[in-house]
């Protein structure tokens, strides 16, 4: 990431969801990477996502609707900080 951010290119990652200290996981931890937890529908962290002082954003990321593998019209309904963080 080190070459990105040299470029000026953002460097953005999901948080985790072990719902520990973000700054113990790779890439979370990167202090060049804007790091982003998970909210719920009441706009409080869900209950999985990684938190602390590496979390530098947080954004809805449970019961998020994505296409999904099966074809063009799939979907699939899921939680993670990867849905705060596509």
Do not use: H, R
Not at 57 to 77: C, L
């Amino acid at each position: 990431s080190d070459l990105l951010v040299d470029a000026g290119v953002p460097v953005v990652v999901a948080a985790g969801n072990q719902g520990d200290d973000a700054c113990k996981y790779s890439p979370a931890s990167a202090p060049e990477a804007i790091t982003v937890g998970s909210t719920d529908e009441a706009d409080q962290a869900s209950a999985f996502t990684n938190y602390g002082s590496c979390v530098d954003v947080f954004a809805p990321g449970s019961y998020i609707k994505s296409a999904w593998v099966g074809g063009e019209d799939t979907s699939q309904t899921i939680s993670g900080t990867s849905m705060a963080c596509p």
